[in-house]
């Protein structure tokens, strides 16, 4: 476990995947981007130094992001986090991920994500002072040379992928300085956007869990595909503490592809065996 956490402090290509960096730092994230709160248990779980919060009201949805910087760790994270406010049926859907949308990088992706894409990060209807994409490279200024880490959960694992390949692309960060780990991610955008983003996001990681049905839609019959390496958590619970952590990185879906047993959305909400995000401040992963 040393070794991991000493690699964490050196900026660059010596962060790659790692279990401790998916449960520790990249889970803490994604939970705390579900509370009402997150200073307080950024500043208490991992270190932060600074904290801010952003929130962007879509078309059926909202999403919100946070700029998180850990001096200790040399690292400026950003954790997004994504909603849909009509129930979950996939009818609904359509009006959100089909047709595909042209975006401000090469190829296409869904509707929704596009609108958070250029509402939340790019803040096309905010000053420039209050844009989160400008207030990042404002806290990556101040840690000098730091590393980029970039998640999310969910919707927003598909936001945070848009996020990770415009810094990439309009070279805000070299490439070998952005990680992205998203946990139970949807599928972002079809053939031309996943070519474009491998190009540029070459330390990318969706961690999903056996049985979770989430990762594998609107699905590739609907024009989609997947973006970066999977990391395939055989057990139910995927990124929690435990003596066997069993785990592969595979091409796509080249892993999970291969399960035999039913997969249902329901296996979305338990990763590192919770029911829900923005439990972590009760210590339930203590």
């Given at each position: 476990m040393l070794l991991i956490i000493l690699s964490l402090a050196i900026p660059g290509s010596c962060m790659n995947y790692s279990h401790y960096l998916a449960r520790n730092i990249s889970l803490t994230l994604c939970d705390a981007a579900y509370m009402s709160n997150p200073s307080d248990s950024l500043r208490s779980k991992l270190s932060a130094s600074?904290?801010?919060?952003?929130?962007?009201?879509?078309?059926?949805?909202?999403c919100s992001?946070?700029?998180?910087?850990?001096?200790?760790?040399n690292i400026v994270a950003l954790a997004f986090r994504a909603e849909l406010y009509e129930p979950f049926y996939f009818d609904n859907w359509n009006k959100f991920y089909f047709p595909m949308r042209r975006w401000n990088h090469e190829g296409n992706v869904s509707k929704f994500l596009v609108d958070g894409f250029r509402k939340l990060w790019r803040g096309r209807e905010l000053t420039a002072a209050e844009r989160m994409r400008n207030q990042f490279r404002k806290a990556l200024n101040k840690l000098q040379n730091g590393t980029v880490l970039i998640t999310g959960h969910y919707v927003g694992g598909g936001l945070a992928a848009l996020v990770a390949l415009d810094i990439v692309k309009e070279e805000i960060v070299n490439k070998?300085?952005?990680?992205l780990i998203t946990l139970a991610q949807i599928m972002a955008g079809d053939k031309d956007f996943v070519e474009a983003y491998e190009k540029q996001v070459v330390?990318?990681?969706?961690?999903?869990?056996?049985?979770?049905?989430?990762?594998?839609?609107?699905?590739?019959?609907?024009g989609y595909e997947y973006n970066g390496k999977e990391v395939y958590y055989k057990r139910f619970g995927s990124v929690s503490k435990g003596k066997k952590i069993r785990y592969k990185?595979?091409?796509?879906?080249n892993c999970s592809r291969k399960q035999f047993e039913p997969v249902s959305s329901e296996e979305n909400a338990v990763y590192s065996k919770i029911t829900r995000y923005g439990l972590l401040r009760f210590g339930v992963l203590a």
């Open positions: 600074d904290v801010q919060g952003f929130y962007a009201e879509l078309d059926g949805g909202s992001g946070l700029i998180v910087t850990l001096p200790k760790r070998d300085d952005v990680i330390k990318s990681y969706r961690v999903i869990t056996k049985g979770d049905l989430i990762p594998h839609v609107p699905g590739k019959k609907h990185l595979c091409y796509h879906d």
